[in-house]
């Protein structure tokens, strides 16, 4: 059954992001922890994220001089981006922008996926929101040797051992990832 996963990388004090919204941090740490990205997006059918993340793909990878390096990371993959601003298209890349309720956005999704999981990138709010919703079934996040004392959290919401259960723990080189099953509201 298909699920919806959180699947991220925080540093060791719980950011995913540092106080700029960037994710150089995830650049400069082992770039091991990378080699289990490959095999959880080939279940993937269908990912969301929010207008920060979007903006720093878009400039972090120059996309929209060359689009090129998208369709290397996510192939054909329907995208989604969440957002209240008038956001641009970038040729050749199948995104959505959308805002408002996470539900109906998720059925959409869920239907585009095609029995395929579905990828939430971030960032934490956005998840949130469908964790609000019961739309969250896991969170796998690869826990980097890293601190940055201030940033964007991991998940900013009060989420108790009684909705998660510890599912799996992996050690990819230098990174700790840890699987939860996420229970309903």
Known sequence: MAKTQYYTATTLDGFIAD???SLQWLFESDSGGNDSFKPFFS???????????????IDHENLRADPSPW??????????????????PVPGVDVRFVRGDVRP???AMVSAAGGRNIWLVGGGELVGQFADA???DEIIVGIAPVTLGAGAPLLPRRLTSSRLTLSGVEQ??????????VGAP
């Open 71 to 88: 369709r290397t990371y996510y192939g054909d993959v329907p995208a989604w981006v969440f957002t209240n601003r008038s956001l641009e």
């Open 43 to 57: 279940q993937v059918g269908a990912f969301a994220m929010g207008r920060t993340t979007w903006e720093w793909v």
């Open 105 to 107: 956005v998720h059925e």
């Open 134 to 136: 019961g739309l969250l």
């Open 172 to 181: 990819v080189h230098q990174f700790a990832y840890l699987t939860y099953a």
């Open 19 to 21: 106080s700029d919204n």
